[in-house]
């Protein structure tokens, strides 16, 4: 029993022990969380599907890294709530200017008040021409008018064109969609970021009560997409930075006088495969002349491999097989060898002898004298 309770004891131990490192990082997880600045990017019938996700791209990507948070009639409702936990009101593209001031009429009000109180607002084209005064939030000091309309513009009509602003000074390709001019009283103290190249205003940041307006009238939130969709070439024109440009104006007071650069991609390291050279093609030795010997030598050299420009391999004895002489071919001879001698035997053993009952005999006991051809 009591080693149970011990046992129990030892357990809740290590539990709390292991459940505290857990807390702390749950607890860092919503400390970081939280103290990403809020954006709230309008969705709805005021803009056109895709241009509030790139503009929630951008805050995302942005130097200062916002978390997004959708409003609008099928998302988080636009209430004075709502605004107060935000650092951003982000106002994408949209259709006409008066389909949109249609929708947004309702909490023009409500968004002017949030921002004279310390609110930022962005806007994007129609987001742009919302934040003028006929009709619109009444943000700028003047107004906005339609840039296609001027003399000198580089886009006549409402469809979507590639074209070019001047953004701090230097030349970017955008993508133009019956974007607004914003026409500012004299002696106005905004900050322009952008013109187009008959030198309206294209762009801008300024105070407004406590907070702050930025807009623009180019698409510089666009990414690839968009011009694929359009029909459009994409090289050079898809330009991020510009869009964070803007928000880091409007928001922190970007005063460098530069454009914030865009995050470089982590390098690739492709492992390339080493490029073992071919070997240098080897010559063949010259043929040398050698001198048959006149004599065998009763052994027989070791044959020698060509140069193949390997390594050598282990010396190899000579070979000891004796070998034949050569045998010198003589022509037969026709004289027959000599015959043994033949013993002449007393009369009448001598006629005995030539018959031929008895020449069986003499044969079958051995050589004897020679016997004379018959006639």
Same mark, same amino acid.
């Given at each position: 029993m009591h080693l149970h309770r011990r046992v129990?004891?030892?357990?809740?131990? %290590?539990? $709390? +022990?292991?459940? %505290?490192?857990?807390?702390? *990082? *749950?607890?860092?997880?919503t400390s970081t969380a939280q103290a990403q600045p809020l954006a709230l990017v309008y969705r709805g019938p005021a803009s056109v599907p895709g241009t509030a996700e790139s503009v929630a791209t951008v805050l995302r990507n942005s130097p200062s890294r916002f978390r997004v948070e959708y409003v609008g009639p099928k998302d988080t409702p636009i209430t004075a709530a709502t605004l107060a936990r935000a650092t951003v009101f982000a106002q994408p593209g949209g259709p006409s200017l008066s389909t949109a001031w249609k929708a947004m009429k309702p909490f023009a009000g409500l968004i002017r008040d949030w921002i004279a109180k310390g609110g930022n607002y962005l806007g994007f084209c129609v987001g742009g021409y919302l934040a003028g005064a006929t009709p619109g939030y009444d943000l700028l000091p003047g107004d906005t008018s339609q840039y296609s309309a001027k003399q000198g513009a580089t886009v006549w009509d409402t469809a979507p064109h590639r074209s070019e602003?001047?953004?701090? @000074?230097?030349?970017?390709?955008?993508?133009?969609? &019956? !974007?607004?001019?914003?026409? +500012?009283? !004299?002696?106005?103290? /905004?900050?322009? =970021?952008?013109?187009?190249?008959? @030198?309206?205003? /294209? $762009? =801008?940041?300024? #105070?407004?009560?406590?907070?702050?307006?930025? %807009?623009?009238?180019?698409?510089?939130? $666009? #990414?690839?997409?968009?011009?694929? &969709? &359009?029909?459009?070439?994409? &090289? @050079?024109?898809?330009? !991020?930075? =510009? /869009?964070? #440009? =803007?928000?880091?104006?409007?928001?922190?007071?970007?005063?460098?006088?530069?454009?914030? /650069?865009?995050?470089?991609?982590? !390098?690739?390291?492709?492992a390339v495969p080493a490029v073992t050279p071919a070997p240098a093609p080897v010559a063949p030795p010259a043929p040398t002349t050698t001198t048959a010997p006149s004599a065998p030598t009763g052994t027989v050299a070791a044959p020698v491999a060509p140069n193949t420009g390997a390594a050598p391999g282990p010396a190899v004895p000579p070979a000891t097989t004796p070998v034949p002489p050569i045998a010198t071919a003589v022509p037969p001879t026709t004289t027959p060898a000599p015959r043994p001698a033949r013993v002449q035997l007393p009369w009448p053993f001598d006629r005995l002898a030539e018959l031929p009952l008895m020449q069986q005999f003499i044969g079958a006991a051995g050589p004897g004298p020679a016997l004379r051809p018959t006639s």
């Open positions: 129990l004891i030892v357990l809740t131990v %290590v539990t $709390a +022990l292991l459940g %505290v490192p857990v807390a702390a *990082a *749950a607890q860092a997880g602003v001047v953004w701090r @000074g230097t030349a970017y390709t955008t993508y133009f969609q &019956d !974007p607004p001019a914003f026409d +500012l009283e !004299p002696g106005n103290t /905004a900050t322009v =970021l952008g013109t187009y190249r008959g @030198g309206e205003i /294209a $762009a =801008l940041a300024v #105070d407004y009560g406590s907070g702050r307006v930025g %807009v623009t009238g180019p698409h510089v939130e $666009a #990414d690839r997409s968009w011009f694929v &969709d &359009d029909g459009l070439s994409a &090289d @050079g024109a898809v330009n !991020p930075q =510009l /869009a964070y #440009d =803007l928000i880091e104006t409007t928001v922190r007071g970007n005063r460098s006088g530069t454009v914030p /650069a865009v995050p470089a991609a982590a !390098p690739t390291t492709t």
